[in-house]
């Protein structure tokens, strides 16, 4: 199994708070960090392949690679950091590392100042070839989740999830459920619906929204119980708003340490694509976002 978190560097601010973040996360989960830097360019030399120091390479990327991990090992004594330098197509080298990690967390935006390695559209790229949890983190005042031991506040929201109750999406609640509970154990449940048309009828609008409601949200308490049985310390609030999905959970989700939505794992002839929901969230959430594939 994998033991170990994977972060891809760029040379941009959103990259570095994706460095942090990871960094914390392995520390959560108790595992190794991986730092990934990814060119189109030529092969890089051995020696700046596997970088363990800032003296190592002697290229501007290798050093940037180098003294990132070495500022990264710095601030998380203990914490193992192992940093290489590859070439390839991006998305498709990073997916390919994510196939061998927990996990992969990269910068939402930008092109970086180590220019050519890691655009931006490239997270959306690799977030549509992998099956495995892909983390957004944009850069903001609080770097990452809380450590045990460190002081309280760095991820003081809960983590919220996105749950459709009409798909199966197992493996959305179990990667919820599980960051909620290595957070503390509060979790956010969010089912967005809308109520049928009813023109300008209020009192039928009303009259609809107070009869469906209960049996929404007696859905959403079905879909969520296996979870809460197997992760009992987890604190879980359930909320059924009404209104666009996206929109609801956006709104949700203001001030969450993590956000996790789902994407169906499509086999189309068009290629694979991300939902609008997790588009949506990807673009406008201000909190690292976590997008988990699901059948």
């Known amino acids: ?133 892909v983390v957004l983190v944009r850069p903001q005042r609080r770097p990452g989740p809380a450590v045990p031991g460190e002081e309280a506040g760095a991820a003081a929201g809960s983590v919220v999830v996105g749950v459709d109750v009409h798909q199966t999406c197992d493996a959305t609640l179990d990667f919820a459920f599980g960051e909620a509970a290595l957070r503390g154990g509060r979790l956010r449940a969010v089912h967005c619906w809308s109520l049928p048309p009813f023109g300008r009828d209020a009192l039928a609008l009303e009259m609809a929204l107070r009869e469906m409601r209960p049996d929404i949200a007696r859905e959403l308490r079905n879909v969520l119980a296996p979870w809460r049985q197997k992760y009992p310390s987890v604190e879980v609030t359930e909320l059924t708003p009404v209104g666009g999905v996206s929109d609801r959970l956006l709104q949700s989700a203001a001030g969450a340490a993590l956000v996790v939505v789902g994407r169906r794992i499509r086999t189309a002839r068009a290629g694979s694509r991300l939902g609008p929901v997790a588009h949506a969230v990807i673009h406008h959430c201000a909190s690292p976002v976590a997008v988990v594939a699901h059948g």
């Open 1 to 133: 199994m994998p033991q170990h978190v994977t972060a891809g560097l760029d040379g941009s601010a959103e990259s570095a708070a994706a460095a942090e973040w990871a960094a914390r996360e392995a520390r959560l989960r108790q595992v190794a960090l991986r730092l990934l830097l990814v060119s189109d360019g030529p092969a890089p030399t051995r020696a700046a392949t596997e970088t363990g120091t800032a003296g190592a390479g002697r290229d501007p990327a290798a050093e940037f690679l180098a003294g990132t991990a070495d500022a990264l090992r710095g601030r998380h004594p203990g914490l193992e950091v192992r940093a290489r330098r590859l070439t390839g197509r991006p998305p498709a080298v990073l997916a390919r590392e994510a196939a061998q990690a927990d996990l992969v967390v990269l910068g939402s935006r930008g092109l970086g100042s180590v220019r050519g390695f890691l655009l931006g559209s490239v997270a959306l790229a690799t977030i549509v070839r992998t099956d495995r949890p």
